[in-house]
């Protein structure tokens, strides 16, 4: 069976637009969702793969003006169904059979390898080798602090960062491809409601947001909010790394960027980013407690 879109149209004074698929099912788009996720240079950066479009720019009443869709198929299929079968070392070891394999997943969802062996970042580290002579600072920010003000600030907007789950994608290349995608909510508590965690990369906030459309528009203005407070200067501290130096910190905690710097052919600016799991950071730390303990 084809999924087709046979009509789109705008609902709730613009601010929603419905499109209408071949089987007779519908699906509820918001304004604010679509104008987050614009795909246009200004608002997308294609060759990471991420947003542009600050959470700062964006107007979270936005309307729609005017509809255009494009049709997509995807793959049906029922008991007459063959399973697609690949060898588990082809894939491995040669391009064309590791894209077979993975276009074959995405489109009818399942892909059978054969032949497999049987076998079975918390902490973030920046080195600074190169810096620029102007611009690149770096901005940091205390993200539990922010949250212990929004707490205070708006309740309903914290409630909803804490308790939302927000799809992430982060797409690229590091010394070999990757595309890696996580489910989060913006601001993780533990079982006595304290905050151990926070999960924000608007870049890699991905487009795909399954929640019902009434809390659509309400997570935005939450998120809004939590953002603004980011960008206070009551939070904000601003340093310049020099070559050589090395910042460890928790990127569970800290909100992390950098300010905007001239790039050219003379105008060069390298950190090298490496992560550790708390388990072996907390692990280290206790051995090194103890030692430290037992010399004195």
Request: include cysteine; hydrophobic fraction near 40%.
């Amino acid at each position: 069976m084809d999924c087709i879109i046979q009509k789109a149209e705008v609902l709730d004074g613009a601010h929603l637009m419905r499109i209408i698929w071949q089987d007779g099912t519908d699906s509820i788009y918001p304004a604010v969702w679509l104008r987050d996720n614009c795909q246009c240079p200004d608002c997308y950066l294609d060759s990471a793969k991420a947003r542009k479009l600050l959470i700062e720019a964006l107007d979270v009443y936005i309307g729609i003006k005017d509809l255009m869709f494009d049709r997509k198929k995807c793959q049906y299929w029922g008991s007459e169904f063959q399973l697609p079968t690949l060898d588990f070392e082809d894939v491995l070891k040669d391009d064309e059979h590791a894209y077979r394999w993975l276009s074959s997943l995405k489109k009818v969802g399942i892909v059978r390898l054969t032949g497999a062996a049987d076998k079975r970042g918390e902490v973030q580290l920046l080195h600074c080798i190169k810096q620029t002579v102007t611009g690149g600072e770096s901005e940091i920010v205390d993200g539990f602090n922010v949250c212990q003000k929004l707490k205070e600030k708006n309740p309903r907007a914290f409630q909803i960062l804490s308790s939302t789950f927000v799809d992430f994608t982060d797409i690229g290349v590091d010394y070999c491809d990757f595309s890696v995608q996580s489910k989060h909510k913006i601001i993780e508590l533990d079982d006595k409601d304290q905050v151990v965690r926070i999960n924000f990369n608007n870049a890699t906030r991905d487009t795909i947001f399954d929640v019902p459309v009434e809390r659509v528009q309400p997570f935005y203005a939450a998120l809004k909010e939590f953002v603004d407070l980011m960008n206070c200067k009551d939070f904000k501290v601003t340093f310049k790394m020099n070559p050589g130096d090395v910042i460890t910190f928790d990127n569970w905690r800290l909100l992390h960027g950098r300010r905007s710097y001239e790039a050219g052919t003379e105008i060069s600016r390298h950190l090298e980013g490496a992560y550790a799991d708390w388990d072996v950071v907390m692990s280290r730390l206790r051995i090194l407690r103890q030692s430290v303990q037992n010399r004195n």
